[in-house]
């Protein structure tokens, strides 16, 4: 039976985008440091994808 990777690339892709507009938003909105606000959504990003992936593993939708 062929691997599918689909569930990865759509994580990836999916995180790229929400990381990005995450960051449009934030040049726009009024802040002391803009590096902190992008760290922020780097790690939140980070861990939502880490949380996903963790789920879709234990659901059997990664295989080896």
Not at 21 to 34: H, T
Not at 48 to 63: P, S, Y
């Amino acid at each position: 039976m062929p691997i599918c990777s689909c569930s990865a690339s759509a994580l990836i892709n999916c995180a790229g985008l929400v990381f990005g507009s995450a960051g449009l938003i934030l040049v726009f909105l009024a802040g002391s440091s803009l590096v902190w606000g992008l760290g922020a959504i780097n790690l939140a990003v980070g861990a939502v994808c880490l949380a996903a992936w963790m789920m879709i593993g234990k659901r059997g939708g990664t295989r080896e």
